[in-house]
Nanobody, 131 residues
Framework: QVQLEESGGGLVQPGGSLRLSCAGR????????IGWFRQAPGKEREGVSC????????YYANSVLGRFTISRDNAKNTVSLQMNSLKPEDTAVYYC????????????????????????WGQGTQVTVSS
């Protein structure tokens, strides 16, 4: 079972930037999809971005495309989410999650970014965008 821990959340003004990190352990292969999700109060959890642990392919929700950048460092078992031009509507608890384990699954998981497809989750980190 992969274990995950997020860090880097906080309070930032609109237009500002934050960088989230997800540290993982327990990976048994490279064929994982590592996703970032967020959940705002009263709303469903939504997929934000995803990266393939094996080849680094990246995927983004339309709402963050051009503002957020996901990256990985397999040597350190970390995935980062650089968030720029933040908006109040980006306020949420952000979670990293892992799914897959087989080569044929990663593209599908990252394309769909459906939370129920991801089996391991971190505890979440709060991001608040407010003036």
């Amino acid at each position: 079972q992969v274990q995950l821990e997020e860090s880097g959340g906080g309070l930032v003004q609109p237009g500002g930037s934050l960088r989230l990190s997800c540290a993982g352990r327990g990976f048994t292969s490279d064929y994982y999809a590592i996703g970032w999700f967020r959940q705002a109060p009263g709303k469903e959890r939504e997929g934000v971005s995803c990266i393939s642990r094996s080849d680094g392919s990246t995927y983004y929700a339309n709402s963050v495309l051009g503002r957020f950048t996901i990256s990985r460092d397999n040597a350190k078992n970390t995935v980062s989410l650089q968030m720029n031009s933040l908006k109040p509507e980006d306020t949420a608890v952000y979670y990293c999650a892992v799914g897959g384990g087989h080569p044929t699954e990663v593209h599908r998981l990252c394309t769909l970014l459906t939370s129920t497809d991801f089996g391991s989750w971190g505890q979440g980190t709060q991001v608040t965008v407010s003036s």
